[in-house]
């Protein structure tokens, strides 16, 4: 009610009322109601506004949570799942056999790991590029998915291991037939981008409860079993057993003196002559300098029992830098020697080859002792080869360029691929023993030795005949047109001052 209105009843109130103040006072209600009309309708069309804006906060707000639900969804995903294979990454495969481990323990049941590595897969990668080979992977997962029940699962640990854990498993039977089809499901050809490719694969097994309680265990376990696969062969299975451990424990063992023994610069080298035999006079060309592991208490260690595992734990490499730093020490004492210009022969492992970092190291020693290169011969074998022959022949040239000579060693032993020959810079090809030791009593051997000689010398190479024992070998090698011999017929590998009392004059 406004104010004229009141005002007007109050009077009327009090002085009696009339028709004309009676319509007056009707018209005044009138207006009031008119006006209290229009404010409600205002404010209703604000609250109006207000819900439509509040409407449009809400949509704004519940869009904004899917998003972050979907990022976290996703960040999930991408934390347990390999980016490549979208399978079951490292972290979520330990999940998954923790949870695994959990279940059969309650309900006594039996699990079984399949650790499973391609054989050579590295191949692919060097021969058609990393994205073929990442397509490769990403086939090789399907065919393994496609083989497995719904209840076992199957991951990629990273690089080309893959892991399929087995739940509930009822029998031996189970566990067989799965690595069967995994081997068989390999074995056809993958075709991508219309270039076929095969490759097998070694797979290891462990066993829970009987190989081992937890999850870590049950890996390395599955893992040395895959190892053991490989070494057989490749291409095939291998369960977990105790003899395994033993020899991986024995393994960890020697790695650990032989780092130790790295440090306390516990080897010697032994030198074994090469002699010129294709001329007149027998002449000492060169030495192939041997390391030996020369224990406290005396006793020496030779290299077939400790090279192959420095070469498995990386240690092969501070081994080599050893035995060329020797080399080199050598050749400086023997510089106003009878021995002074005797070529040392050092052995090169494949790992030694393929470190990136190999040529410039093996200069720089040269250059530390004053080394001329042509003094220094590097034997490889032809594992060296597995790599991309490209970079290899590139690291040959520039230690060629350098003078330093390159020996093919232990050749016909290897896979003695003729086009290695052909296209790398190598000087000498050594015949390996296996065929020298035979070739008197045996005329395959004796056709090998004579066919690489000629081999050789058509290839203007130098040929080395190893394991030449007797004044036979010596004479069927002299008729076969061969270069230089080393064998117990001239000396079996001796102590530096054992040489030099030899060759003083
Ligand atoms: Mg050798």
Redesign the pocket.
């Known amino acids: 009610m406004n104010k004229l209105t009141k005002r007007l009843l109050k009077r009327h109130l009090k002085e009696g009322f009339d028709l004309d103040s009676i319509s007056k006072l009707v018209d005044a209600f009138s207006e009031t109601i008119d006006q209290y009309e229009q404010d409600r309708l205002m404010l209703e069309r604000s609250l109006m506004l207000t819900s439509d804006e509040l409407n449009e906060i809400n949509d704004t707000l519940r869009h904004r949570i899917t998003e972050i639900q979907n990022n976290q969804d996703l960040l999930k995903h991408q934390a347990y799942h390999d980016s490549l294979t979208a399978l079951p990454n490292r972290t979520n495969i330990m999940h998954t056999i923790h949870h695994a481990l959990a279940l059969a323990k309650r309900h006594q049941q039996k699990c079984a790991i399949l650790f499973i590595d391609l054989d050579d897969f590295k191949k692919i990668n060097d021969t058609a590029g990393h994205s073929e080979g990442d397509r490769f992977l990403i086939e090789v997962s399907k065919r393994l998915q496609s083989i497995l029940r719904e209840s076992d699962t199957l991951g990629r640990l990273g690089g080309d291991e893959f892991i399929i854990i087995l739940e509930n498993i009822a029998s031996g039977s189970q566990i067989t037939e799965v690595y069967n089809r995994a081997l068989r499901s390999l074995s056809t050809p993958f075709i991508i981008d219309g270039n076929p490719y095969v490759v097998s694969c070694s797979i290891g097994i462990s066993n829970f409860p009987q190989d081992g309680e937890t999850v870590e265990e049950l890996i390395r376990k599955a893992d040395l079993a895959m190892y053991q696969a490989k070494k057989l062969g490749k291409n095939r299975f291998h369960y977990f057993d105790e003899s395994l451990e033993r020899l991986a424990i024995h393994r960890v063992k020697t790695e650990e003196s032989l780092r130790e023994a790295i440090e306390n610069n516990e080897f010697v080298l032994y030198y074994q002559p090469k002699i010129q035999i294709n001329q007149q006079q027998e002449t000492l060309v060169g030495v192939?300098a041997?390391i030996r592991w020369k224990k406290e208490d005396g006793s020496l260690i030779f290299p077939d029992s400790f090279i192959p595992i420095a070469e498995k734990c990386g240690l092969i490499r501070n081994l080599t830098k050893w035995v060329i730093t020797e080399a080199c020490r050598q050749l400086k004492r023997w510089k106003n020697t009878s021995l002074a210009n005797i070529p040392i022969?050092v052995?090169i492992s494949a790992i030694d080859i393929a470190d990136h970092g190999f040529v410039d190291s093996t200069l720089s020693i040269l250059k530390n002792y004053d080394t001329p290169g042509h003094l220094i011969n590097l034997?490889l074998t032809e594992s060296v080869f597995f790599d991309d022959m490209n970079t290899v022949n590139f690291k040959l040239g520039e230690l060629h360029n350098n003078n330093l000579t390159i020996?093919l060693?232990?050749f016909g032993t290897g896979y003695s691929s003729l086009s290695y020959i052909q296209d790398l810079q190598i000087d000498f090809l050594?015949i390996d023993k296996s065929f020298i030791f035979g070739m008197s009593k045996n005329k395959k051997s004796l056709a090998i030795v004579k066919s690489i000689i000629d081999l050789g010398n058509n290839l203007g190479l130098t040929v080395i005949a190893?394991g030449v024992e007797t004044a036979e070998d010596k004479e069927i090698l002299i008729n076969a047109n061969c270069h230089i011999a080393q064998g117990y017929l001239y000396s079996r590998p001796i102590e530096a001052g054992e040489l030099e009392e030899i060759y003083r004059k």
């Open positions: 192939e041997l022969s052995n034997e020996s060693d232990d050594k190893e």
